[in-house]
């Protein structure tokens, strides 16, 4: 028999990763720009500057400071 709540989890999208750059640190919490120009909240250590990896409001990792191009469709 399939489990009725792995079913319900599983029509829910993905958690994004995200990639930005810590604009303030307080605590714990670090303030993230995003290359589209929006500020996201997440846990996590890192330096103001610093590239991250962020997903669903956690810093991952440290991302590799590459140019980031941003294509609107």
């Known amino acids: 028999m399939r ?3 792995r079913v319900f989890l599983d029509l829910l999208p993905a958690r994004p990763l995200q990639v ?3 604009t303030a640190l ?3 919490v670090a303030t993230v720009q995003l290359p589209g120009g929006g500020l996201l909240t997440a846990r996590g250590g890192g330096t103001v500057g ?3 990896f962020v997903r669903d409001g956690v810093i991952e990792g440290e991302a590799p ?3 980031v191009e941003v ?3």
């Open 20 to 22: 930005g750059t810590i």
């Open 3 to 5: 489990n009725i709540y």
């Open 71 to 73: 294509i609107e469709i």
């Open 65 to 67: 400071a590459l140019t």
């Open 50 to 52: 610093d590239s991250v």
């Open 26 to 28: 307080e605590g714990d």
